[in-house]
């Protein structure tokens, strides 16, 4: 939809309409708030199938099966978990008080209060998840939404809005979609909280739009994942699970293995364990096979492939890993096979930017403590991984960096659990949601503070006094 058709003048109008409704309505309750997202749980059962197909064509070809499981069984299950706790989570948190001011029968506590409107951008690599996951927070914590899916899956985002304006009153929730410059406009409008699933380039710009008007932001961006693999790691169970997080969705998942670093006298034998795995997941092939996601666009998959050539063109070592040797010159949609780059040098643009595609490049190394360092000079991750059963080494790799979030023995599943928070550091993100954390980021956490009805106070106003002064003078002691 070109923006001359969903103006600025049109958003703000949205806007005002549900910042409108949420002062008009007051704290909605708990019965409200799981009606919310009990119609978004029908939603997607209702809608599942037709979602699917539509994350299907966008993609050129994508899993049915994956997108069930990703998009529309995991949205319901976050979805799920947010009614079963929210009115837990909603209830005032007692705090401690703070003698002489806080005197006894004094109260101090915490109340949960909604933010109002959340503004939504969701990305195109799991289109639906990304955008109802998130829902799962808003609605718990009392909020309306208006959600920019991406451009990039133009017929799931068309699925989306025409059900979501069957479920719910454009003054609940809205879809605004659109191009790049409606995705601008977007950022600019005066939302209460704005969550941003994207590129880290794109981030600077909503960051900045999000600046004028002063709005708080979660960002939840991406980069290099690191693995870490151990001396103890089993490597062929290591290598399945590898592989299975590298050829999900194609590797297009924020949170996919970018690079990993295997013992130097192990690089022949991991290369032969991925190798089998892929053999494992896809034995009839990939380029007609029906559980191999396409790379969603001609753009990402140039970027990707140039990514492989250029390695080549340097004289890398680059393994394709193509079970049946099929040809993929010739293909309707844009599948790339999985491809291992063996110690690419630092100066290719595969070990400098995302590669959010089915690329693994491996990194020999001979003592622990040089991953742990090459992880330290780099930018901090959304994800680490670590593989292996010696709990020193574990411990080194946690103890000394920094991530969004960990997975031991496994890839990505730190994710999928909802009671844990999801979010990034520095350039990987702001912020966190899922569970709990996403109704603590889509709440305003008010202090109250109900004062005793006792006089006793008085002594700290003027005129000061010896019984003040002396007050004082304990509070100054170490």
């Not at 949420?22 to 978004?40: F, Q, T, V």
């Not at 059962?45 to 994508?62: K, L, P, Q, S, V």
């Not at 892929?278 to 396409?294: A, C, F, H, I, R």
């Not at 394709?320 to 599948?335: D, L, R, V």
């Amino acid at each position: 939809m070109a923006l001359d058709t969903v103006s600025s003048t049109g958003m703000a109008g949205i806007l005002a309409r549900q910042k409108a409704a949420h002062l008009r309505d007051g704290i909605p309750s708990a019965a409200r708030r799981i009606e919310w997202l009990d119609k978004s749980i029908d939603l997607l059962i209702t809608y599942g199938d037709e979602m699917n197909e539509a994350m299907c064509h966008d993609f050129g070809h994508r899993s049915k099966d994956q997108s069930n499981f990703t998009d529309i069984a995991g949205s319901i299950g976050a979805l799920k978990f947010a009614k079963k706790h929210l009115a837990k989570w909603m209830r005032p948190e007692k705090r401690g008080v703070e003698f002489p001011l806080g005197l006894l029968g004094s109260k101090a506590e915490i109340q949960y209060q909604p933010k109002g409107v959340i503004g939504v951008i969701s990305p195109w690599n799991f289109p639906v998840n990304l955008t109802f996951t998130p829902l799962a927070g808003v609605f718990a914590a009392g909020n309306r939404c208006m959600i920019k899916p991406s451009e990039f899956t133009e017929a799931t985002s068309e699925v989306m809005k025409k059900a979501i304006a069957q479920y719910y009153d454009e003054e609940e929730v809205a879809v605004i979609t659109g191009g790049p410059e409606v995705g601008a406009e977007f950022t600019k409008l005066a939302f209460d909280h704005i969550l941003f699933t994207g590129a880290t380039s794109i981030a600077h710009h909503v960051m900045r739009a999000a600046a004028d008007n002063l709005v708080p932001l979660t960002l939840e961006l991406g980069g290099k994942s690191p693995v870490v693999l151990g001396r103890s790691a089993d490597m062929q169970k290591a290598a399945n699970r590898i592989m299975a997080g590298k050829t999900l969705n194609a590797g297009q998942i924020c949170l996919a293995p970018d690079y990993a670093f295997v013992p130097q006298e192990k690089t022949a034998e991991f290369v032969a364990a991925a190798t089998k795995a892929v053999q494992t997941m896809y034995p009839t092939g990939l380029k007609d096979n029906e559980d191999y996601t396409s790379i969603v666009n001609q753009r990402h998959y140039d970027r990707i492939m140039g990514y492989i050539d250029e390695a080549k063109s340097k004289g890398a070592n680059v393994v394709e890993i193509n079970p049946t040797g099929e040809n993929f010159s010739q293909q309707p949609h844009h599948k790339i096979p999985p491809h291992i780059i063996i110690d690419p040098s630092d100066d290719l643009k595969v070990m400098q930017d995302e590669i959010f595609g089915p690329i693994l490049p491996i990194k020999s190394y001979g003592d622990t403590k040089q991953a742990v360092e090459y992880i330290n000079s780099h930018a901090r991750p959304l994800g680490l991984y670590y593989f292996g059963e010696d709990s020193a080494e574990k411990d080194l790799v946690l103890n000394n960096t920094t991530s969004g979030g960990v997975t031991v023995n496994d890839v990505i599943f730190h994710v999928a659990q909802e009671d844990l928070p999801f979010g990034g550091v520095g350039p990987s993100g702001m912020g966190s949601y899922h569970g709990r954390e996403g109704f603590y980021e889509f709440s305003h956490k008010k202090a109250v503070y109900t004062q005793t009805g006792s006089e006793m106070l008085a002594m700290i106003r003027p005129p000061y006094g010896e019984k003040f002064r002396a007050q004082v003078k304990g509070r100054l002691k170490r």
